[in-house]
C-alpha cells in the first residue's frame, strides 16, 4: 500500500491532509513564538541583573575605599603624633646636653635651638597632616567616581533590557505592528 492509500485508508484526504499540514506548521510557529518570547524575557532580565551586579561591585569597592580612607586618616594621625614624641624627645635630649655642657637653658643660644627644634617639629608635622589630607581627597575622589559609575552601569543594564524589549515587541505582540 502505498502513502497516499495508507492517508485515504486512516480518512486523511486531501483537504484533510492539508489542514494536518496547517496545524503542524501553526504548532510550529506557535513553539518558535514562544522560545522567542522566552529568550527575550531571559535577556530583558539578563540585562537587568547584569546592570544591578554591577552596580552592587561598584558600590562594595566604594564601602572599600570608605574603610580605607578612615584606616588612612588613622595612620596619618598615629604617624603625626609618633613624629611628634620623637622631635619632643630629641628636644629633651639637646637640653640635657646643653645642661651638662654648663650652659643655662634660657640662654640665647639654648633658646634658639628649642626655637628651631619646635619649628621643624611643626613643619614635619604639617607635612605628615597634608600628606594625609592629599590621600584622603584621592580615596575621596575614587570613591565619587565609583558610586557615580554605579548609576551608570545601572542605567546601562535598564536601557538594555528595554532595548531588548523595544526590539522584540513587534514579534511578542504582532498587533504592534499594524499599531505603527
Not at 613643619?123 to 581627597?137: I, K, L, V
Request: with cysteine; charged share 20%; hydrophobic share 50%.
Amino acid at each position: 500500500m502505498c502513502i497516499l492509500g495508507l492517508g485515504a485508508a486512516l480518512g486523511i484526504g486531501g483537504a484533510g491532509a492539508a489542514a494536518a499540514g496547517a496545524t503542524a506548521a501553526a504548532g510550529a510557529t506557535s513553539f518558535a513564538s514562544t522560545l522567542s518570547t522566552i529568550g527575550t524575557v531571559v535577556s530583558v532580565a539578563g540585562s537587568l541583573m547584569t546592570g544591578m551586579q554591577a552596580s552592587a561591585n561598584a558600590k562594595a569597592e566604594a564601602d572599600a575605599i570608605a574603610v580605607q580612607q578612615q584606616t588612612e586618616r588613622d595612620l596619618a594621625a598615629t604617624q603625626d603624633q609618633r613624629e611628634r614624641r620623637q622631635f619632643l624627645s630629641a628636644i629633651a635630649d639637646q637640653r640635657a646636653q646643653i645642661a651638662a655642657r654648663g650652659v643655662a637653658l634660657d640662654s640665647v643660644t639654648a633658646l634658639a635651638l628649642g626655637e628651631t627644634a619646635a619649628r621643624e617639629m611643626s613643619f614635619q608635622s604639617q607635612a605628615t597632616r597634608h600628606a594625609g589630607a592629599a590621600r584622603d581627597a584621592e580615596l575621596s575622589s575614587e570613591r565619587r567616581a565609583l558610586l557615580a559609575s554605579r548609576k551608570g552601569k545601572m542605567m546601562r543594564g535598564i536601557f538594555g533590557a528595554a532595548d531588548t524589549l523595544i526590539t522584540a515587541a513587534p514579534d511578542i505582540w504582532p498587533g504592534l505592528k499594524g499599531a505603527a
